[in-house]
T-cell receptor
Framework: KAGVTQTPRYLIKTRGQQVTLSCSPISGHRSVSWYQQTPGQGLQFLFEYFSETQRNKGNFPGRFSGRQFSNSRSEMNVSTLELGDSALYLC????????????FGDGTRLSIL | SQQGEEDPQALSIQEGENATMNCSYKTSINNLQWYRQNSGRGLVHLILIRSNEREKHSGRLRVTLDTSKKSSSLLITASRAADTASYFCATVSGTSYGKLTFGQGTILTVHP
């Protein structure tokens, strides 16, 4: 079974630009969650989508948004990029039910110049 | 926001020794999970323990959970150089199944 795939692996942008990151979950998984990892703040939850609906949301500004498609693939968008958005963005998928582990992709490393 | 703290922040041991990492959390939980992260890679799920469980084993891993103290520990026995990684605990509360709240992590270095 193929794992979670995130594209691209690396991205360099400048302040003020916007970016879209993509995540393909494990086949059959209906839940996709996104996390931001930085040295200062650690791993922080951004949002979760389940069956195309946002089910949970973290404490990030509205510049961070996402969506999920009918095939469960998900995209995350960040607008008006700031230097502080430089981070490793991780996507994870699961069946969406209780007491199920999440399966992570290798992430997208976003650098803002 | 982080759920709690892990200690130690860093642990350095020799191959063959046991490694113990601790995690504390703040709110009531549905389950607690441990993940491993190798440098620059994604997280790998190690073990999940439900709030009504006290201990769980998986291979060389042993996890305990004390909900009265809001704490958990991960024991890796007979460690190997390949166990060198960062280890994170993460909690799930209520029915927010897709939302993991992570600790700060423990960096484990196993010297051959």
């Amino acid at each position: 079974k193929a794992g979670v795939t995130q594209t691209p692996r690396y991205l360099i942008k400048t302040r003020g630009q916007q970016v879209t990151l993509s995540c393909s979950p494990i086949s059959g998984h209906r839940s996709v969650s996104w996390y931001q990892q930085t040295p200062g703040q650690g791993l922080q939850f951004l949002f979760e989508y389940f069956s195309e609906t946002q089910r949970n949301k973290g404490n990030f500004p509205g510049r961070f948004s996402g969506r999920q498609f009918s095939n469960s693939r998900s995209e995350m968008n960040v607008s008006t990029l700031e230097l502080g958005d430089s981070a490793l963005y991780l996507c994870a998928s699961s069946s969406g039910g209780g007491n199920q582990p999440q399966h992570f992709g290798d992430g997208t490393r976003l650098s803002i110049l | 926001s982080q759920q709690g703290e892990e200690d130690p922040q860093a642990l350095s041991i020799q191959e063959g020794e046991n490694a113990t990492m601790n995690c504390s959390y703040k709110t009531s939980i549905n389950n607690l999970q441990w993940y491993r992260q190798n440098s620059g890679r994604g997280l790998v799920h190690l073990i999940l323990i439900r709030s009504n469980e006290r201990e769980k084993h998986s291979g060389r891993l042993r996890v305990t959970l004390d909900t009265s103290k809001k704490s958990s520990s991960l024991l890796i026995t007979a460690s190997r150089a390949a166990d060198t990684a960062s280890y994170f605990c993460a909690t799930v509360s209520g029915t927010s199944y897709g939302k993991l709240t992570f600790g700060q992590g423990t960096i484990l270095t196993v010297h051959p």
